[in-house]
Nanobody, 129 residues
Framework: QVRLVESGGELVQAGGSLRLSCAAS????????MGWFRQAPGKEREFVAA????????YYLDSVKGRFSISRDNAKNTVYLRMNSLKPEDTAVYYC??????????????????????WGQGTQVTVSS
């Protein structure tokens, strides 16, 4: 069982930056591929970013490429989402997700919500115009 706790969400002005953190507790963090999803009010949940077991491969939603960066620190059991040049349309609850990927290639990333085994409670990001 993996428990995910997100932090770092807050109100920020357009053009600003935030770093979200997701602390994982449970067995062998390095066996888990990680990701971030978001859901805005009245909208469907959408994939934002994913990172492979080793951190050697990442994948992003087109609209955040070049602005967001996902990373992980396996020694700290933590995954991060650095968000720069924030826009009002980035306003959403951001969820950290984990998938047990120990039998996958270390560079595999996962982009579908139902790929993931564990979800955090979410952290609110609000970008004002």
């Amino acid at each position: 069982q993996v428990r995910l706790v997100e932090s770092g969400g807050e109100l920020v002005q357009a053009g600003g930056s935030l770093r979200l953190s997701c602390a994982a507790s449970g067995p062998t963090f390095s066996n888990y591929a990680m990701g971030w999803f978001r859901q805005a009010p009245g909208k469907e949940r959408e994939f934002v970013a994913a990172i492979s077991l080793s951190g050697g491969n990442t994948y992003y939603l087109d609209s955040v490429k070049g602005r967001f960066s996902i990373s992980r620190d396996n020694a700290k059991n933590t995954v991060y989402l650095r968000m720069n040049s924030l826009k009002p349309e980035d306003t959403a609850v951001y969820y950290c997700v984990a998938k047990n990927a120990r039998y996958y290639n270390q560079y595999t990333t996962f982009r579908r919500a139902n790929d993931y085994d564990y979800w955090g409670q979410g952290t609110q990001v609000t970008v004002s115009s």
